[in-house]
C-alpha cells in the first residue's frame, strides 16, 4: 500500500503519532497535484500536519474505507488551522487554495473545511470541519 511521503513538492508533511500514513494511491496522487511550496502568490507554504488518514475512524467514514480514503489536515506552516484561518493571511490562503485545487482533481469525493464544503463537486452541508480540511477519493 502506498504512503503519504514526508516532502511533496518541496513541503514537508508532518504526521500525528496517530496517523498511518499508508493510504490509497488516489490520495497520494491528489496531494502530489494540489500541493506545492508557490500555492499561492505572495504566501508561503512549508508544512502541513496531517491529523488522520487511515486511522481513528469507524466504517462508514473514508479514512477506514478501502486503503485509507480520506486524509485530515489540521495544521498549516505548524499553525493549527482551527486558531489561525481566520488571522494569518498565510494560513487562510494556503487553507483555501489546497481546497480549490482538490475541487479539480478528478477523484475527489469529500472536500470539507473552513473555505467551503462539498461532495462530488456540490455544496454539501456537513457538521464540523472549520477547524482541519478533511479530503477523500473515490
Known amino acids: 500500500m502506498p504512503s503519504i511521503p514526508n ?22 496522487d491528489a496531494l502530489n497535484e494540489i500541493i506545492t ?17 487511515n486511522d481513528q475512524h469507524s466504517l462508514p467514514s473514508r479514512h477506514v474505507q478501502g486503503q485509507g480514503k480520506a486524509i485530515d489536515i489540521s495544521r498549516v506552516n505548524g499553525k493549527k488551522i482551527v486558531l489561525y ?37 456540490s455544496s454539501f452541508p456537513v457538521s464540523g470541519h472549520n477547524d482541519h480540511i478533511h479530503l477523500s477519493v473515490n
Not at 511550496?37 to 488518514?53: M, N, P
Open 85 to 121: 484561518y481566520n488571522s494569518d493571511d498565510d494560513v487562510k490562503a494556503a487553507v483555501d487554495a489546497l481546497q480549490a485545487n482538490f475541487e479539480n482533481y478528478q477523484h475527489r469525493r469529500e472536500n470539507f473545511g473552513p473555505s467551503l464544503k462539498h461532495k462530488l463537486g
Open 37 to 53: 511550496s508557490e500555492l499561492v502568490e505572495d504566501h508561503s507554504l512549508t508544512s502541513l500536519y496531517v491529523s488522520s488518514a
Open 7 to 28: 516532502t511533496v513538492n518541496d513541503v514537508t508533511i508532518n504526521f500525528s503519532a496517530q496517523a498511518n500514513n499508508s493510504v490509497d494511491q488516489r490520495i497520494v
